[in-house]
């Protein structure tokens, strides 16, 4: 059964503030990114997120904005915050920052994605592919390596990551 979500303002209020998880697409659409990050991360600098303004910004590039401008201020020290954080949508952002990391290999960019890959909630298990997928298609051969012991994994979310 289809969870259906109301988007009521307190939920959404709730959704901004980082508060609760994201249950559909439609939640996470409703998401404003400028005040989600000032909640999740009081000490961001405002000015930085302005870019969210532009109407026609997609969730994957917002989740890459919000990546580079927490990178760009806090570097990788941001990942432990959001890493348990109780929003879907803050822990999906770290997957993003980690492939801002330079000099990861690929074996390093997958020991750092792999709390994402097994997350319980299906929307950072996507963003945690999304976001290091690229760097996964430049290494294949050592990322397939890497990825068949995964595939024999007890945990089935990193089982279907690595497929």
Known sequence: ???????????????NKGEI???????TLAIDFA????????????KNLEVFKASKLGITTKMK???????EQFQK???????????????????????????LNIKETLELIEPLARDKHFGVREWAWLGVREKVSSNLIEAI??????SKNSDENIRRFAS
């Open 1 to 15: 059964m289809k969870k259906q979500s109301k988007l009521t303002s307190e939920l959404i209020l709730q959704l």
């Open 21 to 27: 998880e994201a249950r559909n697409l439609e939640e």
């Open 35 to 46: 005040e989600f990050l000032k909640y999740v991360v009081p000490n961001i600098n405002i």
């Open 65 to 71: 904005l919000a990546a580079q401008i927490l990178y």
């Open 77 to 103: 020290d941001i990942i432990e915050q959001l890493l348990t954080h109780k929003s879907d949508t803050g822990r999906g952002i770290v997957a993003y920052i980690i492939a801002l990391i330079p000099n």
């Open 145 to 150: 390596e890497i990825l068949k012991t995964w």
